[in-house]
C-alpha cells in the first residue's frame, strides 16, 4: 500500500509503544517518517527495522521537556505533512503526593510541546494547503480516578487544544484530530499491569487491554484521505469502556 507516498511524518515517542507502532503503520503505507524519541540506540532500532520492511525513517533525538530542544525537533524535522503528537508520560499519584516538578513535566511533555510543535509547523501546512496533525490522548482525560490528575489534566488539555486547531486550521486545509486511548498493553505499562493483572482486562466491554496496533490503526485512518471529512474530533479507542464505580 501506497496511501501516504510523498508524505512527511513526524511521530513524536516513537521508539516504544503506540509511537512505535504509529511510526511503522505510515511507514509501511508510503510515508518517510522521521522518528523521535530520547535513547538514539532504540531510534536506530525503529528506523532499521522500517528499512527492513522498505519504508524510509530517521531518528531525530529530543527532550520535550526542554523548550529549546522541542523548538529544535520542529526545525530538524523539516516540512512535514502529518504530525502525530504521541509523547506522553504518566506518573500516577493522589495529588498530595504529587510533586510541583512533576506537574511541570506532565504539562511541558503532555501539553507544551504538542502546543510548540503545532506552532511550529502548522503555519508550513498551512502555507501548502493541507497537512494532518493527530493528537494521542488517553481516557484519563475524560474518566476520573482517585489518582493521576496531573496527567489527566494535561490530556484533558490536549484534547481542548485538538478542538481549537482544529476551528484554527480547518480552513486553510489542515485537519486536526485526536485518539483517546483506553489502557494499552507496552513496555511503559507493564509495571502497572503487573501490579493489577485483572483489574485493567475489566475496564472495557472486550474484556481485555488493546495492543499498541489497534491504537495505530486508527491514527492511520485519521491521516488518511479516508477521513476527509473527520475534523476536531477526538475519538474513543477503549474497547467500550466500563465505568469501575458502584451504580
Known amino acids: 500500500m501506497s496511501d501516504l507516498a510523498g508524505k512527511l511524518a513526524l511521530v513524536t515517542g516513537a521508539t516504544a509503544g503506540i509511537g512505535r507502532a504509529v511510526a511503522v503503520r505510515l511507514a509501511e503505507n508510503g510515508a518517510e517518517v522521521v522518528v523521535h524519541g530520547r535513547d538514539p540506540e532504540r531510534g536506530a532500532e525503529v528506523v532499521a527495522g522500517i528499512a527492513r520492511r522498505g519504508g524510509r525513517a530517521r531518528f531525530v533525538a529530543a527532550d520535550l521537556a526542554d523548550a529549546a530542544d522541542t523548538a529544535r525537533l520542529a526545525v530538524e524535522a523539516g516540512e512535514v505533512d502529518i504530525l502525530v503528537n504521541n509523547a506522553g508520560i504518566y506518573e500516577f499519584a493522589p495529588t498530595a503526593d504529587t510533586s510541583v516538578e512533576s506537574v511541570d513535566r506532565h504539562l511541558a511533555i503532555n501539553t507544551r510541546a504538542p502546543f510548540m510543535l503545532v506552532a511550529a509547523l502548522a503555519p508550513g501546512m498551512v502555507k501548502r494547503g493541507s497537512g494532518v496533525i493527530v493528537n494521542v490522548s488517553s481516557t484519563a482525560a475524560t474518566a476520573v480516578a482517585p ?101
Not at 480552513?171 to 486511548?181: F, I
Open 147 to 247: 489518582i493521576g490528575a496531573a496527567y489527566g489534566a494535561s490530556k484533558a488539555a490536549l484534547e481542548t487544544l485538538t478542538r481549537y486547531w482544529a476551528t484554527e486550521f480547518g480552513g486553510a486545509g489542515v485537519r486536526v484530530n485526536g485518539v483517546s486511548s483506553g489502557p494499552v498493553r507496552t513496555s511503559g505499562t507493564e509495571p502497572l499491569l503487573a501490579a493489577f493483572p485483572d483489574a485493567l482486562d475489566q475496564t472495557n466491554a472486550r474484556g481485555r487491554i488493546g495492543d499498541p496496533e489497534e491504537i495505530a490503526d486508527v491514527v492511520l485512518f485519521l491521516v488518511g484521505d479516508r477521513s476527509s471529512y473527520v475534523n476536531g474530533t477526538v475519538m474513543a479507542v477503549h474497547g467500550g469502556e466500563r465505568s469501575l464505580l458502584p451504580g
